[in-house]
């Protein structure tokens, strides 16, 4: 599938390939209408063709930016739901200190499943854009520890409301991860893209030129400007997938934090060390 090719192909390269192909149907319709309408027609009529384009021009520059932003605030959003998701698996780790040992041990070693299961295994499948599961069985038995527990004391009691409030929070964020897994653009809005596009571009083609190679170049230069922004939609569509994508770093950097917490054993925090995923001595 094409969409597979662009998010496993560097964005240079598959961004480079479109611009080109984009530019070479632009101008390749331009030879085919130079053809077919004499250059002294279009001539005479220049200046209401200027008009037109200027209109047409502005209106589609103003749907690409406003769909180039509404991808990048997708984007970020999805950024925030991963620092968001983080920060919860980092609370619950560290108000595990008021607990027993054994029952703290419990809840860190399971929290520390979940976000190394989060890292190592459920997200190379969000970057194939499928939605992942096996974080939900560490989570689960996190879940199971915090509403059996039996507080000895006001503290613990206190403590244990936090831990399941914190809990909560933890499963909306990780729901919102899940969404934003499949979040893109509709079809509808790529057809619009397109159709505006190949609309924008044609309508260069009424200017008369003296020299069809100036016009080449002013219709190339105008498919170019539109593919440079199609091709930055493009990378930000899907958040999770491609070499523009949303990263696990808020997650290793939390399982890092941990090292810093006294209660915090090595043996706790999970099967794989952040600085073993991130290729580190």
Same mark, same amino acid.
């Given at each position: ?5 662009? @998010?496993?192909?560097?964005? %240079? ?9 984009? =530019? ?13 309408? *004499?250059? /002294? #027609?279009?001539?005479? *009529?220049?200046?209401?063709?200027? @008009?037109?384009? +200027? ?37 619950? @780790? ?14 860190? $070693? /399971? ?16 970057? $194939? ?8 069985? &560490?989570?689960?038995?996190? *879940? ?7 507080? =000895?004391?006001?503290?613990?009691? #206190? ?26 653009? &509709?079809?509808?809005? %790529? %057809? !619009? ?11 260069? @083609?009424?200017?008369?030129? /003296? /020299? ?18 199609? !091709?930055?939609?493009?990378?930000? =569509? ?7 994508? #949303?990263?696990? =770093?808020?997650?290793? $950097?939390?399982?890092?934090? %941990? $090292?810093?917490?006294?209660? +915090? ?17």
């Amino acid at each position: 599938m094409i969409i597979n090719f662009i @998010y496993n192909t560097p964005t %240079w390269l598959w961004g480079t390939i479109l611009v080109v192909l984009l =530019d070479t149907i632009a101008c390749l319709g331009l030879f085919a209408f130079h053809r077919v309408v *004499h250059v /002294d #027609v279009r001539r005479a *009529h220049n200046e209401l063709t200027g @008009y037109a384009v +200027a209109v047409i021009s502005v209106t589609y520059a103003v749907l690409l930016a406003f769909i180039a932003i509404a991808t990048w605030e997708s984007f970020s959003s999805s950024e925030e739901i991963v620092d968001r998701e983080a920060d919860y698996v980092g609370s619950i @780790y560290r108000d595990t200190q008021g607990l027993p040992p054994e029952m703290a041990g419990e809840i860190r $070693k /399971d929290i520390g499943t979940y976000a190394d299961t989060v890292v190592g295994t459920e997200w190379p499948i969000q970057q $194939k854009g499928r939605i992942p599961s096996q974080g939900w069985e &560490p989570l689960h038995r996190v *879940h199971s520890a915090i509403v059996m527990m039996q507080p =000895d004391s006001l503290g613990q009691t #206190v403590i244990q409301a936090e831990l399941l409030r914190t809990l909560n929070l933890l499963y909306g964020a990780r729901g919102s991860r899940l969404s934003a897994v499949q979040g893109h653009i &509709p079809d509808v809005i %790529w %057809w !619009v893209i397109f159709l505006g596009g190949l609309i924008t571009t044609g309508y260069t @083609y009424l200017f008369g030129f /003296d /020299d069809i190679r100036m016009h080449l170049i002013t219709t190339a230069a105008v498919s170019t400007s539109m593919a440079l922004v199609v !091709v930055l939609i493009i990378a930000l =569509d899907w958040p999770f997938r491609g070499a523009v994508s #949303v990263t696990p =770093d808020a997650l290793i $950097k939390t399982e890092r934090s %941990w $090292k810093e917490i006294p209660l +915090a054993s090595s043996t706790e925090s999970g099967t794989l060390g952040p600085q073993e995923r991130l290729g580190e001595p």
